[in-house]
C-alpha cells in the first residue's frame, strides 16, 4: 500500500497474446511497470513475447493453453508479478480466473469476480437491467430447455427470433430463426456452440430486430463511487455478429439519443458497482428507441475508437483504477472529432470471411497524422488456426467524419499484408459504398448489399531470405529453463537478427525460407462429384450420412477455423456416396468432404 492507501503494481503478467498483450505492455511500460508474457506452442518469437521484459511457455499439457487457470496462476507466482491483466477473449472475462488471481494474492485488473459471474449470465443480465430501469430487447425471462418452448414462445411473440447462449459473447451461441422450421436447427446450434466455449450450454431468446444499429457505451468505475459513461460506438457492420468496422461517435445517434443511452449505461454500472473499464451494449432502432443487449465486463477490441476521440488512455486507467486510484476524469466526457477502426483479418469475405492461416511474407504498415495501428505482427509471422484471425486494428481519426473516412482510404491503401488473403479490399469496399458514407449501415449491411463481398486475394509472398553482407560473428537465441524463456548470445556466423525489445535482439525464424503460402480451395463447391472443404478446421458438425440425398445447397458439416464455425454445403444435388469427415476429425483446404453422385431413379 502507498501513502494514499492506493495499492502498489509493479509487475503485471499479461494473460493474452497478439495486439492486445502488446497493447497492455506498452501502458505498462509508460507507467514505470514491467510485464511478463505468457505464450503457447509455436509462439516463443511471437512480437507480445518478445516485447515483454520476461516470458513464460504454457505447458502445452494443459490443452488450450491460454485458458488453463492453474498454470497461468502459477506463472504469475514464479514470475514475482503483482497484478494480472486478462486482455480481452480467453479468460477476461472468467469470474474463476479473477476468484484465482485473487485467491494467490495477486490483483485482478478488473471488475470483481461477482460482477462477471452476474453480466456473464445474459439472462441474469436481462433481470439486472429491468431491475435497474434499463430495458432490454424483449426476450425470455428464463433460459429455454427444449426446442418445442423455443418454438411455443417464438409463436406469441412472432418471427425472427434470435437464440442467445447465456454465458456467451463474441457472437457465439448466436443464431437467428427466421421460422418455426428454422427454429429447432438454431436452437441446436446455439447450445451446441455454447457448450463448447462457453461450457454452458444454457441459451434464452430474444425478438431479433432486423434492422437495428448495434451502439455501445464505454463505462468506467472506480473503487471511490465514481462511474462515467463516454460517448457511443457504433459497431454496426459485422460478419456472424462479429464486429468489422467500429466508428466513435455513430452517425445515427443526436445528443439528445447520446445523452439517454449514456444515463442508461451509467444507471446499470451503478447497480452493480462496477469496478474498472466495461462495455454495455444497446440495440438502437430506426425510431431512436434503444434496448440493452448485455454488458462486457472488460475492455472491448473497439476500445481504440474512443481513445481517440476523447484522448483517454483506457489501458492505462484500468491499471490505476486497479491500484485504487480514483477516475482521471470526470462526465460530461467531451468529444474530439472522429474515429473509425478497420479490423484486418486474415478471411476471404467471398468465402463467407472463412479464415485462412498462413505465414505473413510481406508487413508494412500505414503511417502519418491520426493514423493508429495495433497489431501482433510483423514479416514472417504465423497467423495460426489455433486462435482468431485478427492481424491489426487500423484506425483513422479526423476532426469530421468525412476527414476520417478520406484518411482511412489512404491508410488502407497504404497497408501492405503479403502471404495470406486479408479483409483490406473488403474494408475498401465498405467505406467507399454509398449507404456506408451516408452513415446509413446497420447490422444487415453485409446481407443488404452483397457486392461488397468478394474475393480477398493475397499478393505473391516475398522471399525473407537475408540480404547479402548481413552475416556476423554471433547471434541471440532463445532457451527455456524450467518453461522461463531467456535470450542468450551463440558465437556463430549468422544471419543478422533484427532487434525487438527487452528480451534482447530474436532471430526470426523464417529468415532464409519463403514462407508458405495458404492453399485455397473452392468454396462450398467442388470438381464434378466432390465436394471439397474451403477451410482448414476441425469438423464440429456432420449432418448427413452416407446414402442420404440431399439438394444443393443443403448443410453437409460444419468445420470449426480459427474460432470460427464455417458452413460447408452441397455444390450439387444427388446422393451421399462417400463421407469424408467425421466429428473431430481434421480437415485440410481441397480436402475431399463428399462424394455426391446422381440420385437413383
Excluded at 345 to 358: I, L, W, Y
Excluded at 472 to 491: A, K
Amino acid at each position: 500500500m502507498t501513502d494514499n492507501g492506493e495499492r502498489k503494481i509493479s509487475r503485471v503478467l499479461v494473460a493474452n497474446r497478439g495486439e492486445i498483450a502488446l497493447r497492455v505492455m506498452r501502458a505498462c511500460r509508460e507507467l514505470g511497470i514491467s510485464t511478463v508474457a505468457i505464450y503457447g506452442p509455436g509462439e516463443d518469437d511471437a512480437l507480445h513475447v518478445r516485447y515483454a521484459d520476461d516470458a513464460y511457455r504454457l505447458p502445452e499439457s494443459t490443452g488450450m493453453a491460454y485458458l488453463a487457470i492453474d498454470a497461468i496462476v502459477d506463472i504469475a507466482r514464479r514470475a514475482g508479478a503483482d497484478a494480472v491483466h486478462p486482455g480481452y477473449g480467453f479468460l477476461s472475462e472468467n469470474a474463476a480466473f479473477a476468484e484465482a488471481v485473487l485467491a494467490a494474492g495477486l490483483i485482478f485488473i478488473g471488475p470483481e469476480a461477482a460482477t462477471i459471474a452476474a453480466m456473464g449470465d445474459k439472462v441474469e443480465a436481462r433481470r439486472i437491467a429491468i431491475a435497474a430501469g434499463v430495458h432490454p430487447v424483449p426476450g425470455t425471462e428464463d433460459p429455454v430447455e427444449t426446442a418445442d418452448e423455443a418454438i411455443a414462445w417464438a409463436a406469441k411473440v412472432g418471427y425472427p427470433v434470435a437464440v442467445k447462449a447465456s454465458g456467451g459473447g463474441g457472437g457465439r451461441g448466436f443464431r437467428v430463426a427466421q421460422s418455426a422450421a428454422e427454429l429447432p436447427d438454431a436452437f441446436a446450434g446455439s447450445r451446441g456452440e455454447a457448450e463448447r466455449y462457453f461450457a454452458n450450454p444454457t441459451v434464452y431468446l430474444e425478438r431479433y430486430l432486423e434492422h437495428p444499429r448495434h451502439i455501445e457505451i464505454q463505462v468506467f468505475g472506480d473503487m471511490h463511487g465514481n462511474v462515467v459513461a463516454f460517448p457511443e460506438r457504433d459497431c454496426s457492420v459485422q460478419r456472424r455478429h462479429q464486429k468489422l468496422v467500429e466508428e466513435s461517435p455513430s452517425p445515427a445517434v443526436t445528443p439528445e439519443i447520446r445523452s439517454a443511452i449514456q444515463a442508461a449505461a451509467a444507471k446499470l454500472a451503478s447497480a452493480v458497482n462496477y469496478l474498472g473499464a466495461g462495455t454495455v451494449e444497446f440495440l438502437l432502432d430506426a425510431d431512436g428507441s434503444f434496448f440493452f443487449l448485455e454488458m462486457n465486463t472488460r475492455i472491448q477490441v473497439e476500445h481504440t475508437v474512443t481513445e481517440l476521440v476523447t484522448g483517454i488512455d483506457l489501458v492505462a486507467e484500468q491499471i490505476r483504477v486497479a491500484m485504487g486510484a480514483p477516475l482521471s476524469f470526470r462526465a460530461p466526457m467531451p468529444l474530439h472529432g472522429w474515429a473509425i477502426e478497420c479490423r484486418i483479418n486474415a478471411e476471404d469475405s467471398s468465402r463467407q470471411f472463412a479464415p485462412v492461416p498462413g505465414t505473413i511474407a510481406t508487413y508494412c504498415e500505414p503511417a502519418g497524422f491520426g493514423i493508429r495501428v495495433d497489431s501482433g505482427f510483423g514479416p514472417g509471422g504465423t497467423v495460426s488456426p489455433a486462435y482468431d484471425s485478427l492481424i491489426a486494428k487500423l484506425v483513422a481519426w479526423g476532426r469530421t467524419r468525412e476527414e476520417a473516412l478520406a484518411r482511412l482510404r489512404r491508410a488502407l491503401a497504404d497497408f501492405a499484408i503479403t502471404g495470406v488473403p486479408t479483409t483490406i479490399p473488403f474494408h475498401e469496399r465498405v467505406i467507399d459504398h454509398p449507404a456506408f458514407v451516408r452513415g446509413e449501415a446497420t447490422t444487415t449491411f453485409l446481407a443488404d448489399y452483397p457486392e461488397v463481398l468478394v474475393a480477398d486475394t493475397a499478393s505473391p509472398a516475398t522471399s525473407t531470405t537475408p540480404a547479402e553482407g548481413s552475416e556476423r560473428d554471433s547471434t541471440d537465441m532463445i532457451v527455456e529453463v524450467n518453461g522461463r524463456r531467456f535470450s542468450v548470445v551463440v558465437n556463430a556466423p549468422v544471419a543478422a537478427p533484427p532487434p525487438n525489445g527487452r528480451n534482447g535482439s530474436v532471430r526470426n525464424p523464417s529468415a532464409g525460407r519463403r514462407p508458405s503460402r495458404p492453399a485455397k480451395g473452392t468454396a462450398n463447391n467442388g470438381n464434378g462429384n466432390q465436394l471439397v472443404s474451403s477451410v482448414q478446421g476441425t469438423v464440429i458438425r456432420v449432418n448427413v450420412e452416407a446414402g442420404q440425398e440431399v439438394a444443393a445447397g443443403d448443410l453437409i458439416c460444419v468445420i470449426e477455423a480459427m474460432k470460427m464455425e464455417n458452413e460447408i454445403v452441397a455444390h450439387r444435388a444427388g446422393r451421399i456416396a462417400e463421407l469424408g469427415v467425421t466429428v473431430g476429425g481434421a480437415v485440410a483446404v481441397g480436402a475431399t468432404i463428399a462424394t455426391i453422385v446422381d440420385a437413383e431413379g
